[in-house]
């Protein structure tokens, strides 16, 4: 059995789930409209590098203080459907299906919360994923994250805590997917390799290392 795993982020989707996410709170009334405009400028901030990612997960996980699990489960069921699937590119949904049909483990990595990745996860029919926990006390959220990690090499930790659970023995080869630069330590990784309309350092960087390029398109 091999281990597949996606980014979710630009790799199966064309946009950035936290950021579509906000949206569509705001969309609903369930987030002031100021949300949108915050989160931009976060995620701008977070990029170069001047915010942290327990900053960026605080501020944008505040809607959902106080908030009890099953109504969040239900908005993220409604916003899977209406921003997530739509979203999804093609080749992504028939390279999830490959692997599938192989009988991959196959798991979704995202730098956002699991209160979304995972159910996103599900949605796609992938066994799993592996996100930022968010916290939840007597069922409901505290608008806080449980456990950081906003970078390749804090995804690739918590690979490897996963890993060590899974007896990563059983798997004979990683398969990569990622269009970031950032997961540069996960597609290190990996034995197969495949970056996801890559950005021009990252593409180098793959032509150096012999890694797949593909040109995904919604």
């Not at 405009?37 to 605080?58: C, F, I, N, T, V």
């Not at 804090?154 to 805590?161: F, P, V």
């Not at 080869?173 to 970031?180: G, R, V």
């Amino acid at each position: 059995m091999d281990l597949a795993l996606f980014d979710l982020d630009e790799t199966l989707i064309c946009e950035d789930s936290a950021s579509l996410w906000c949206r569509w709170l705001v969309s609903q009334g369930y987030a002031p409209a100021v949300l949108v405009e915050q989160e931009r400028a976060l995620m701008a901030r977070y990029r170069e590098g001047l915010l942290s990612a327990e900053e960026y997960m605080q501020a944008t996980l505040t809607p959902l203080a106080g908030m009890g699990t099953l109504t969040v489960a239900g908005w993220v069921r409604r916003f899977i459907q209406r921003d997530i699937l739509p979203r999804l590119y093609p080749a992504a949904r028939e390279k999830l299906a490959w692997h599938q049909q192989r009988g991959d483990k196959v798991m979704v990595m995202s730098p956002g919360g699991d209160h979304l990745a995972m159910p996103i996860a599900q949605q796609l029919g992938a066994d799993g994923a592996l996100a930022v926990g968010v916290e939840i006390v007597n069922d409901r959220y505290s608008g806080r994250p449980c456990s950081v990690g906003n970078n390749g090499r804090d995804a690739t930790a918590r690979l490897t805590d996963w890993l060590a659970l899974e007896d990563d023995a059983r798997f004979t080869q990683i398969w990569a997917y990622s269009d970031s630069i950032n997961d540069l330590p996960l597609l290190e990784r990996a034995d197969r390799a495949h970056v996801i309309n890559p950005a021009e350092p990252l593409y180098q960087l793959a032509l150096q290392r012999g890694w797949e390029v593909c040109r995904w398109i919604k």
